[in-house]
């Protein structure tokens, strides 16, 4: 455990956070909140680490249990803003030998968002007049992380107390993942590094014309100063915008997304694995801007010979080929009744199609930019529904997804969902036009690969994300 000052502060800190726990229940008038409230309210409480474990619960449906889940998806990650003085005197202290005033001609002191991790401001570069944006590393945040990652061990005996199924997990490798994706959050050169390596894949590949990524101007950003060019566009979910800000087809742009994102899951060394509606921007020439990199992924040959297996079968509706292929990628008992397990995906699909058609009726332009603005927000709980549904199918057959398809899959979902607002006729995995295949595979090749599957990689890195701009 921590010693010293910092851990007697710490330890302060969250008696205090307890104490308000219980005048919160005496207020109530001894009303008590069931136990994932609670501890939802005393993570925010907290802070910065315990906020990013509330995080990583809610991104996490198949290790932890639903109504956790659910209850940490509300996790609120906003605090005070850092006073713009201090803002400044980290400025300064990261440019070193240059004056802040010759790097940048007028910095916004109202915050773009203030989050327990890191401020985003607003600003224009001396010189060129570009329009960039600041991210800045909240002042102690590197010494409280250090100080709280030294209770994850008692964390995880909270958790397996509150949910005894826990136990059969491998905490160790949940825990290397806690401490692991922390440790990125306040590296902003792990981020400027993702953003600088998409960059070079979109030159690489000749995307540039149909999607880009905000530059970043190293020269200018370090391990707690991250600074970017800003893009201006509408979000991916709003059509009347859309055709508002640019003449090109929305069906047209959303095919370049999916293009872009699948082709950097192929051949890219990762992909941006958090594509919610905020961070996919339409620009005004009709490119699409991907913003946020603070999440993304990795997925070995192997493993997307068998994603190539369920997206190919989940094309022509083959379920007893998805099933092994989701066997495959999960950890199973020998048992596994594929046949039964083939009908429930069956079921499952079928109540997707149910929803997809709900919501293009939900989402239709003639009723304005207030009943989009409304669609997207069912759309995000929607999108949790879904996977949190289909985990269950695999546990109930004895399938136990990795944390790392499960985020996959969710980023499969938001595109799904965007494709009916944006372009309802659009049969993605059956139109020639939008490339999801590996170099090489033919049409209709993978459909057959379900049984020479042997072995899964799929890895997640997290470094800072949360921080969305337009």
Known sequence: MQTGPRGMFRSIQAGQAVASLAQDYVLSGGRLDPPQVVLRKLFERLGATYIKLGQFIASSPSL???????????????????????????????LQQQPLESVF????????????VAQVHSAVLAGSGKEVVIKVLRPGTEDVLLTDLNFLYLFTRVLEFIAPELNRLSVGNILSDIKASMMD??????????????????????????????????????K????????????????????????????GV?????????????????????????????????????????????????????????LASLAVGDYDTMARALATI???????????????????????????????????PSAGFSSMAASVEVD???????????????????????????????????????TRILAPELRVFDDARVNWRAPGNSPGSSSSASSSFDGTEIRISSSGGGYSYN
């Open 64 to 94: 932890f249990p639903e109504e956790y889940v659910l209850e940490f998806q509300k996790c609120l990650d906003r605090t005070d803003p850092v006073p713009f003085a201090t803002i400044q005197r980290i400025l300064k202290q990261e």
């Open 105 to 116: 001609s007028y910095i916004d002191p109202q915050p773009l968002a203030s989050a327990s």
């Open 185 to 222: 959050e306040v590296d902003f050169t792990k981020e400027a590094y993702h953003l600088q390596t998409f960059n070079d894949f979109l030159d690489k590949r000749g995307l540039r014309g149909v999607a880009t990524a905000p530059y970043v101007y190293r020269q200018f950003s370090s």
């Open 224 to 251: 707690r100063v991250l600074v970017m060019e800003r893009l201006s566009g509408v979000p991916l979910t709003d059509l009347a915008s859309i055709r508002a800000v640019t003449s090109k087809d929305p069906e």
């Open 254 to 310: 959303l095919i370049s997304a999916l293009n872009t994102w699948f082709a950097s899951v192929l051949g890219a060394d990762t992909f941006h694995a958090d594509v919610h509606a905020g961070n996919l921007l339409v620009l005004p020439d009709g490119r699409v801007g991907f913003i946020d990199f603070g999440i993304v992924g990795s997925i070995s040959p192997v493993t997307w010979k068998a994603m190539e297996a369920l």
């Open 330 to 364: 999960g950890a199973c008992s020998e048992d596994v009744d594929y046949s039964a397990f083939a009908r429930d995906l069956q079921s499952f699909f079928s109540e997707l199609e149910s929803l997809n058609s709900s919501l293009v009726v939900t989402a239709d």
């Open 380 to 418: 995000q709980a929607q999108v949790n529904r879904l996977l949190l549904d289909l985990v269950a199918i695999g546990e109930r057959h004895g399938i136990r997804f990795p944390r790392e398809f499960g985020l996959f899959v969710k980023q499969l979902l938001y595109f799904d969902r965007y």
